[in-house]
Nanobody
């Protein structure tokens, strides 16, 4: 069983930066394919960024490419999402997700993940 706890969300102004954290327990993050997803009110959950088990492959959604970076600290067993140049349209509840057997080719598909955190709210004011 894997437990995921997100933190780092908050209310910021457009153009600001935030770093989200996702602390994992129950399994090493180096054995997990992991991703960040977000969901705004009235919208479907959407993929933000993902990282492979080895940590050598990452993928970001076009909407956040060049602004958001996904990283992982194996020693802290924690996943991060560095978000720069935030825009009001980035406002959403951000969740991290993990799976022990997910192929990186499916990292963008939320239905394939077994474990989810409770989410952290990010609100970007214009």
């Amino acid at each position: 069983q894997v437990s995921l706890v997100e933190s780092g969300g908050g209310l910021v102004q457009a153009g600001d930066s935030l770093r989200l954290s996702c602390a994992a327990s129950g399994r090493s993050v180096s054995s997990l394919t992991m991703g960040w997803f977000r969901q705004a009110p009235g919208k479907e959950r959407e993929f933000v960024a993902g990282i492979s088990r080895t940590g050598t492959n990452t993928k970001s959604a076009d909407a956040v490419k060049d602004r958001f970076t996904i990283t992982r600290d194996n020693s802290r067993n924690t996943l991060y999402l560095q978000m720069n140049s935030l825009k009001p349209e980035d406002t959403a509840n951000y969740h991290c997700a993990a799976d022990a057997s997910l192929s990186f080719t499916r990292v963008t598909v939320p239905n394939f993940y077994d474990y989810w955190g409770q989410g952290t709210q990010v609100t970007v004011a214009s």
